[in-house]
């Protein structure tokens, strides 16, 4: 255990430390849901290569429970298995089911490309160690979003059925995506100590204006959507049963060591 | 088809790995990357699709009927000339 950062007053670390839990919590949820895509993906080949991400995401997401937790004096299993429903802190567009594979592309897309413009953000967090796991993880993501964007336009430019069902996808999951970017409560302490280089506001702002010039002419104009603020707290029966799933392994023997 | 050889260190031969199934070339790099580099096992990959390789198996050119033997190292036999020469250049340097 390191301890915590000395420069950092009590306000900062717990202001870092639900910054850490939001980003950390899109990772590992996102990754359990794709991973509900291994053995029954389109084809062999996607099948790997689906895991294979989906498994990224969760080892993103264990680099940074454990960050939280050097942070925290806490226990990175203990964060991921040890908490009820209603203690995660993801975007509400992790709250869906995997769908259709049209679906989970619609959500891939949308959260890559949100994702790469907050790590570009965390990338330049003055807290070092946030800094330095947001750069390599950057160096994944990059392929991810290459992936998932190779797939967005396979089924915009392919056949009707796949096109509609990527839309569909993509206009029911709009909403709740902008919430990647949901003001978090400790924010202004977070950017006026440097932690996060840039407000949420602005990252959607920029996030925005990079995907409506793609999806726009896909789905008909996207309503305006803005994020709000309990979009990282709303929880649906899907998330709760996807919870059950994840952590019955850690409940079925408590005590433990893994 | 696409057919993938890998290179696990710069400078080392490029290995046929394998091959992936996928509709085209950016597909086929990602799935590639999946099946033969993701353990962090590859330093480089080349991705070819199968139509783009020339294919020779005709037996007639590469095993034709007759002895090869003499386009072999092996269809010489040069230890007694070997045994010799040794020989002669140790006395040389005797004299």
């Known amino acids: 255990m390191t301890a915590a950062p000395p420069e950092l007053d009590v306000t900062a670390r717990e202001a870092l430390a639900e910054l850490l839990l939001s980003v950390a919590d899109d990772e590992f949820v996102i990754g359990f849901w794709d991973s509900e895509w291994t053995g029954i993906a389109p084809m062999l080949e996607e099948d790997v290569a689906t895991s294979s991400i989906a498994q990224d995401e969760i080892g993103h997401a264990k680099a940074l429970y454990e960050l939280l937790a050097e942070l925290t004096d806490d226990d990175a299993d203990r964060i991921a298995f040890g908490r009820g429903v209603a203690d995660f802190r993801h975007a509400a567009l992790m709250n869906h089911a995997r769908g259709d594979w049209a679906f989970s592309v619609a959500r891939r897309y949308l959260y890559e490309t949100a994702d790469a413009i907050r790590l570009t953000a965390l990338a330049r967090s003055g807290h070092e160690p946030l800094a330095q796991l947001a750069g390599k993880m950057r160096r994944e993501e990059t392929y991810h979003l290459l992936h998932a964007d190779a797939w967005l336009r396979r089924l915009a430019e392919g056949g009707a059925d796949g096109r509609e069902r990527l839309t569909n996808g993509l206009v029911s999951l709009w909403p709740d995506a902008q919430e990647i970017f949901a003001p978090l409560a400790g924010e202004e302490t977070l950017v006026r100590e440097g932690l996060l280089p840039e407000p949420m506001r602005a990252m959607h702002a920029d996030w925005q204006a990079r995907v409506r010039p793609i999806l726009d002419p896909m789905c008909g104009a996207l309503p305006d959507a803005t994020p709000t603020l309990d979009g990282r707290e709303r929880r649906t029966d899907e998330f709760s049963w996807l919870h059950g799933e994840f952590t019955s392994v850690a409940r079925s023997e408590e005590a433990a060591a893994w | ?95």
């Open chain 2, 1 to 95: 088809m696409w057919e993938v050889f890998r290179q696990e260190d710069e400078g080392d031969p490029m290995i046929h790995a394998g091959n992936v199934n996928a509709p085209d070339e950016e597909l086929a790099m990602h799935y590639a990357r999946e099946f033969y580099g993701r353990r962090g096992e590859s330093h480089r990959l080349w991705i070819v699709a199968r139509e783009a390789i020339t294919e020779l198996d005709d037996p007639d050119l590469l095993k034709p009927p007759f002895d090869r033997s003499h386009k072999k190292p092996g269809g010489y036999i040069i230890k007694h000339k070997l045994e010799a020469a040794k020989q002669r250049a140790a006395s040389e340097a005797g004299e």
